[in-house]
């Protein structure tokens, strides 16, 4: 800073952030609301939590998990009631069920309050999340962190399982890398990894837009710092707690298809080969494929795609293959979605899409054994309209972001001389490595 600059102060510079920040705590709110039926007390019914929408992981884990009794990962279960879920997000539930448990003995208190205290830190990480997205959009699109603070989607979703914790680790990540702090970087991505597996994803889209650019360095660091990040916190429950802690990839592995992937209606339909072949395979290879095509858009597209785009086109893919594709997965999306392309349009429609997937699946469910509750429920090829609901339209919002890839001159964010806000290192590199003549 030269003598002649004046640092705004940080009150002036946070103001702009407060409306935001105040809608990510209605849109936490309101999912509060949502789930108010199962709350006070619908938990204990299985079909009118179905039927009322309100499902959530939470509440049923804290009994099923040990979490009411001692700690997920040394605990003295069955190997299928151990968490299923990586280290960070795991003990996150343990400190929390800590506080739960000083409520008193009664263990039905104790898992209302387990509920409670882990919507407090979701709502949290929530607002966090949103602040961190408009951050890393810049001033020119900050108000687009609106769809991650008060979608529909969003709010229906918030509470069912722990995602935004991983959320707001992201945005955080994608910033510290917007404002070239690699180190910083690479412990967010880290610790993001090691509490939903998803964000592996963005170190792909960092090292495509390395190679185009030769920034190596940043890249390098960055990695190095995820790497040990994540060892940091994984080593002592590898060590220690090697079951417990091998829980998430056994399950990952050995998982069946599931509710919500395009697998699932293969297999319900007995369709050649994708519906009876071997799953982990046919998803690794359709995966493998999209990111080809991603690697190969990222290299040969006539100016360096944003890391926004990148990220979005990646996380797309790893869910669009992937075995299961629960409702609260949304909330993985959002946010890279609307960085990556802030057209309302298509927005909305799988906005939509999504809510019509939140309100089937549950009704899906409630039809299935053990319920079996045909007169309240839905039929498999309702069902199957609301999975394929989100596959289309998702598909519909890579294919625009491919369009804007290829024509930069449809890029809305890169409208007056923008390039890539949230780039780092890469916003107006040069090209060093494509497989066509660059032009801009």
Do not use: H
Not at 80 to 89: A, I, M, T
Not at 139 to 157: G, K, N, Q
Not at 234 to 249: C, D, H, K, L
């Amino acid at each position: 800073m030269t003598s002649t600059e004046v640092r705004v102060p940080f009150v002036a510079r946070a103001v702009p952030y407060l409306p935001l920040g105040l809608f990510a705590a209605l849109g936490a709110t309101l999912a509060y609301v949502v789930r108010l039926p199962c709350r006070t007390g619908g938990w204990n019914d299985q079909v009118t939590t179905y039927t009322n929408f309100c499902y959530t992981d939470i509440y049923p884990l804290y009994f099923d998990r040990a979490l009411s009794t001692q700690d997920p990962y040394f605990a003295a279960v069955p190997f299928d009631k151990q968490v299923e879920y990586p280290v960070v997000l795991g003990e996150v539930m343990q400190v929390i069920s800590w506080f739960a448990r000083a409520v008193g003995a009664d263990v039905g208190a104790q898992a209302v309050r387990f509920y409670d205290l882990t919507v407090i830190l979701l709502g949290i990480c929530l607002v966090a999340g949103v602040l961190l997205m408009a951050a890393v959009a810049g001033p020119t699109r900050r108000w687009d962190a609106l769809w991650y603070a008060i979608s529909p989607a969003v709010v229906l979703a918030a509470y069912i399982n722990w995602d935004l914790v991983a959320g707001a680790l992201s945005m955080g990540m994608l910033l510290a890398w917007a404002r070239q702090r690699q180190v910083l970087a690479g412990v967010l991505l880290g610790l993001a990894i090691a509490t939903k597996f998803y964000p592996l994803m963005f170190l792909g889209a960092l090292f495509l837009l390395t190679l185009r650019t030769a920034r190596w360095r940043p890249f390098l660091v960055t990695l190095g710092a995820t790497a040990g990040a994540w060892i940091v916190v994984n080593a002592p429950f590898m060590i220690f707690a090697w079951e417990g802690w091998r829980r998430f990839y056994v399950f990952s592995q050995e998982r069946g298809v599931d509710w919500g992937s395009p697998w699932l209606f293969f297999q319900n339909k007995g369709i050649p080969v994708l519906g009876d072949g071997d799953v982990s395979k046919l998803g690794m290879a359709s995966l493998a494929i999209l990111c080809l095509g991603i690697a190969v858009l990222a290299l040969a597209a006539p100016r360096r795609p944003r890391l926004a785009q990148i990220c979005f086109l990646a996380l797309a893919a790893f869910m669009m293959t992937n075995k299961v594709w629960s409702p609260q997965f949304v909330l993985w999306l959002v946010p890279f979605a609307v960085l990556a392309r802030p057209n309302w349009k298509p927005l909305v429609l799988w906005q939509l899409a999504e809510i019509w997937y939140f309100i089937a699946i549950w009704l899906y469910l409630v039809a299935q054994s053990p319920f079996s509750r045909n007169d309240l429920g839905i039929g498999d090829d309702t069902y199957f309209t609301a999975v394929w609901g989100r596959v289309i339209t998702i598909g519909i919002m890579m294919a625009f972001v491919v369009r804007d890839i290829l024509r930069p001159d449809k890029d809305v964010v890169r409208q007056g001389d923008v390039d890539d806000q949230g780039g780092g290192v890469f916003d107006d590199a040069r090209d060093r490595f494509t497989l066509t003549p660059a032009v801009r």
